[in-house]
């Protein structure tokens, strides 16, 4: 079973920056996706955006322009670059990967943005 792993959450100022990791244990083989969700306290789990094997990217409206996903070459690891933060992106922020044969999440990283 593959292990994911995330970091990078922190605490920044509205306007900053955060770049996010998501590691998993082994490389991942066929078709599959990857995926950032994030859940506020009191809040639904929501998608942010997702990296498939065919290298496809894919955003929500509430974040397009300001977020990038990204992967290495191996695709055993995932990045979301985050610009612009505003503090409605206040939330957990977990790493999903889905394949024929995973479905895995990691714990998740807090991104707090506040003045």
């Known amino acids: 079973q593959v292990q994911i792993v995330e970091s990078g959450g922190g605490l920044v100022q509205p306007g900053g920056s955060l770049r996010l990791s998501c590691a998993t244990s082994r490389r991942i083989f066929g078709f599959y996706s990857m995926a950032w969700y994030r859940q506020a306290p009191g809040k639904q789990r929501e998608l942010v955006a997702t990296i498939t094997s065919d290298n496809f990217a894919s955003y929500v409206d509430f974040v397009r322009g300001r977020f990038t996903i990204s992967g290495d070459v191996a695709m055993n690891a995932v990045y979301l670059q985050m610009n612009n933060l505003e503090p409605e992106d206040t939330a957990r922020y977990y790493c999903?990967?889905?394949?024929?044969?995973?479905?895995?999440w990691g714990q998740g990283t807090q991104v707090t943005v506040s003045s």
């Open positions: 999903n990967l889905r394949s024929q044969t995973d479905d895995a």
